[in-house]
């Protein structure tokens, strides 16, 4: 059973900058693509990055891209999400998810409904 537990979210300004790690633990990550999703108030979750096992191919979702950076430590069984410029419509819980599939070296994915494992969420404040 993989385990996986966010950290890193807080309350920050607009403009400003917060990195979120996500620690996992019960399997074997570096087998598994990596994605960030969030969730804000009264809406739908919401595909934010995601990262292939080898962190050669990477993806984003177009509200982000540009702003936010995805990562991955094999050795530390870590997943990044760098944030900047930060705007108050970052707002959210912030999840990671893993892919169990073996679709390659390159392989991610944007789709929800794919993740196999998902973290209990970090939130997210941007105040404006």
């Known amino acids: 059973q993989v385990q996986l537990v966010e950290s890193g979210g807080g309350l920050v300004q607009a403009g400003g900058s917060l990195r979120l790690s996500c620690a996992a633990s019960g399997g074997t990550f570096s087998s598994y693509a990596m994605g960030w999703f969030r969730q804000a108030p009264g809406k739908e979750r919401e595909f934010v990055a995601t990262?292939?096992?080898?962190?050669?191919?990477?993806y984003y979702g177009s509200s982000v891209k540009g702003r936010f950076t995805i990562s991955r430590d094999n050795a530390k069984d870590t997943v990044f999400l760098q944030m900047d410029s930060l705007k108050p419509e970052d707002t959210a819980v912030y999840y990671c998810?893993?892919?169990?599939?073996?679709?390659?070296?390159?392989?991610?994915?944007?789709?929800?409904?794919?993740?196999?494992?998902w973290g209990q969420g970090t939130q997210v404040t941007v105040s404006s």
């Open positions: 990262i292939s096992r080898s962190g050669n191919n990477i």
């Open positions: 998810a893993a892919e169990t599939y073996d679709g390659g070296s390159l392989y991610y994915t944007n789709r929800e409904y794919e993740y196999d494992y």
